[in-house]
């Protein structure tokens, strides 16, 4: 008896580590992302917008914890500006493909560029396949900062300035509005969010845009 105690402690001893390291993502953190069409919308507005606009899009990935490529990236962050021929979102377009101009934070060194860098491209898959620039910028990020986490500051020198905030009951145009569209990337816990402001004002993409007033924002976590 005390010998098959003994064995028992032993394999949860030697399990126990090994559960908590699979279950410990490598890395995690928040995520934003803002389009320039409708996600939470009903299907007349959709249609209206299809083929039209939503071709431009910003993806903020903010790191908590974790490294990438063996690089630790605590409290960092990087940005990816997409510009896509089809409207993001359309499922009849998948896999969505897309130019993108990377902007990886400024405090990072130049180590930890190269694996946010690396990061975004991973992340963001066909959307950021075709990275035509890579930029540095000072950064001020804050996601899901209000009660109930709809509110985001995101601004990134004179590239990108993103703010957000919850929907409200004054935000149901039609009456029968739902998440119309998916979030672009794998992400965990995802919700709608208003868009007050989104602007891209770098070059790479062959055009800059400035949007506000818009229910084109999705809020959640990452994590791998």
């Known amino acids: 008896m005390k010998r098959l105690a003994a064995c028992l402690a032993f394999i949860i001893a030697t399990a126990a580590p090994a559960f908590a390291a699979k279950s410990t993502p490598a890395i995690s953190g928040d995520y934003l992302e803002v389009r320039s069409c409708d996600v939470f919308t009903g299907p007349c507005f959709a249609n209206a917008e299809m083929g039209l606009t939503g071709k431009e899009g910003i ?53 930890q560029q190269k694996a946010l860098a690396d990061l975004a ?70 919700y709608p969010a208003f868009t007050e402001v989104a602007s891209y004002t770098g070059d790479g993409l062959d055009l800059t845009w400035q949007l506000t007033g818009k229910r084109s924002a999705f809020i959640g976590s990452f994590s791998l």
């Open 121 to 190: 491209k991973t992340l963001g898959g066909e959307l950021t396949a075709e990275v035509v620039a890579v930029k540095t910028a000072p950064m001020d990020v804050a996601i899901g900062t209000c009660k109930k986490m709809g509110c985001a500051s995101v601004k990134a020198g004179q590239l990108i300035d993103v703010t957000t905030r919850c929907l409200g009951g004054d935000d149901h145009l039609c009456g029968n509005e739902e998440t119309f569209y998916p979030p672009l990337t794998d992400v965990q816990g995802a």
């Open 59 to 111: 993806l903020v990935w903010s790191v908590r914890h974790g490294a990438w490529n063996g690089v630790s990236l605590d409290g960092l962050n990087v940005i990816a500006a997409l510009r896509t021929q089809d409207t993001l979102g359309n499922v009849q377009y998948q896999p969505r493909h897309g130019t993108a101009v990377l902007i990886v934070d400024e405090k990072a060194t130049s180590q």
